[in-house]
């Protein structure tokens, strides 16, 4: 891809070709290495999309409170892209077709922007994909980029660690599931939302979580942000307005403190650098026709040597 | 970990001490660093026992199946150690206190150990530490190591790569299941099980499966091992025999096709190089007192730069 290619799609982006952009996230999809000049591009002149990032266990009602979320934000005419990212298996891809049908209420407003990702590469391949689909989501006009991903899992925990705010949806649920669901959750989650708030347990869960929550600021008490607990019912759209309202609050908190913003940023962009780099590192592992590694391979073939000892001196040539 | 310890710790696990195999897979877990020379030294001596991998989507009763074909091997007076990784979140945890409730039969029998696996650790960490866990296994006296793991998506796909012969378990399912399922599973899979062989649909499974292998091995004929397509009832027992005929087979041709095994082996251990390196690229990235990529971000952070470049630039330092 020439300057010249790049500068012409850099600008259809910017003019809002919603082709241009859902072919070049087929192209990421597919690990097409040849975007790599456009991404570059992209990422240097980008950094305007606010982006948010949901993620919650299966059937806690996602899909329908983003589609309440939409709805406000396009009330308030902001333009809005959601990037769902399935990193499940080939046997539950019927997740995303019922998230599409659930979405159908802005199907026909071109100010919506609903777009689902999967990736059959290798182990990290999508994480990286979803940082790529987000540089070419954010060279479009779109105010807010919602990602989407399902489960609370290590994967999802990477994908959602691309956005500025992090929302985790809940599901009313007994005191031992809280205790399961307790590491790490609340390290990540910058608004908790217990959906389905018209539910017996909702409450004592909303209690759970804030004395979770309470217990991690302990332990990093320079984080600033309360992450507040929020009671939504996607299905009537109760709580969906002051949910909207706490995510403003949490980017104009963001724009506040700017050192703690700072730091944050590093974190996310040494994560970055990190997907990137082992993806590339992949590819190349991968492509048997690479010599550099055969003899290290032999060695390893013959239990000469180990995959620590060929691991740590490729690392070490890093510097 | 110095040589003493480490010679000490490989002759208890060559002695078949169970408790020490375990709290090293615990350390293995946590992600333990000093772990290392202890892993090299195993590894360098090790490559005894027949790993065998076993993967399908939940509810298709692999547990079940595990532990008839841990019986079938008991008979013939093999040491079996079963590992069962599970990559999926915090809030399916239970899986695994079923799997536990399922290997019952077994808990009494000191020639077989069974243990699961979790990681809360990055992306990619789960698939490094079920790798280490393997080396440690391989060092006791274990006749068969099997490896579980939940789906077949990447993150299974790439666990079930460290194991020489690969199971697939699938249930009776209807065409279009079969369609979706397809992609990347018939490259994986050395043995095909259709289990629940008593439902209605399991014959036309088995068909729609032989057509798929039989398309794959078009495309990779050098692959020589024709996967067979079984039909087991777990519950019974029924085929389970059968089944560990089977896969005695499959490792008896590995055996024989020298030159295919080698070419397997070495696209396994550049997977295995590259996980690693991955793995120990993420702790560097995340280390934040880590100064050699400082001004890197901070150019990152202006914009100046991009994480393509960046990581293109470290990259090109491995050589």
Redesign the interface.
């Known amino acids: 891809m020439d300057d010249a290619e790049v500068r012409a799609i850099a600008a259809a982006l910017a003019a809002g070709d919603l082709r241009c952009g859902a072919r070049l996230i087929t192209r990421i999809e597919r690990g097409d290495e040849g975007l ?1 000049p456009l ?2 591009a992209l ?5 305007r999309s606010r982006v948010v990032g949901i993620t919650g ?1 299966p059937g806690a009602g996602k899909s329908t409170l983003i589609s309440r979320l939409v709805a406000v934000w396009r009330a308030q005419g902001q333009r809005v892209a959601v990037l769902a990212v399935d ?8 997740a995303v077709l019922g998230d599409r049908v659930r979405m159908s209420a802005h199907v026909f407003d071109d100010g919506v922007f609903i777009r689902s990702m999967a ?9 990286r994909a979803a ?1 790529d689909a987000l540089v070419v989501l954010d060279a479009m006009p779109w105010d807010v980029v919602l990602i989407e991903t399902v ?6 925990t ?1 994908i959602v660690r691309h956005a500025s705010v992090v929302l985790l949806v809940q599901t009313p649920m007994g005191g031992d ?1 809280v205790q ?6 609340t390290e990540i989650g910058d608004i908790f939302v217990v959906n389905k708030s018209d539910h017996l347990r909702a409450d004592a869960t909303v209690r759970q979580l804030q004395a979770m929550i309470e217990l991690t600021q302990r332990l990093h008490p320079d984080r600033g942000w309360q992450p507040p607990v929020l009671k939504t019912n996607a299905v009537d759209g109760q709580g969906v307005a002051e949910l909207a309202v706490r995510i403003d609050q949490c980017f104009e908190h963001l724009r506040r403190h700017e050192g703690t913003t ?1 730091a944050r ?3 996310r ?10 993806d ?3 590819r ?3 492509e ?1 026709e690479d010599p ?2 055969e003899p ?2 032999a060695a ?2 013959s ?10 001196g ?2 070490a ?3």
Chains 1, 2 share one sequence.
């Open positions: 790599m991404l570059q990422y240097r002149q980008g950094g266990p990193p499940s298996s080939p046997f539950s891809g019927g990736s059959r590469r290798h182990l990290g391949g999508l994480a940082g489960g609370v899992g290590q994967n999802e990477e599931d399961a669901a307790k590491a790490g959750i700072r940023q590093r974190t962009l040494r994560h970055r650098v990190n997907e990137v780099l082992s590339m590192l992949a190349r592992l991968r048997d550099a590694l290290q391979i390893l073939l239990r000469e040597t180990d995959p620590y000892a060929v691991a740590a490729l690392l040539r890093i510097g």
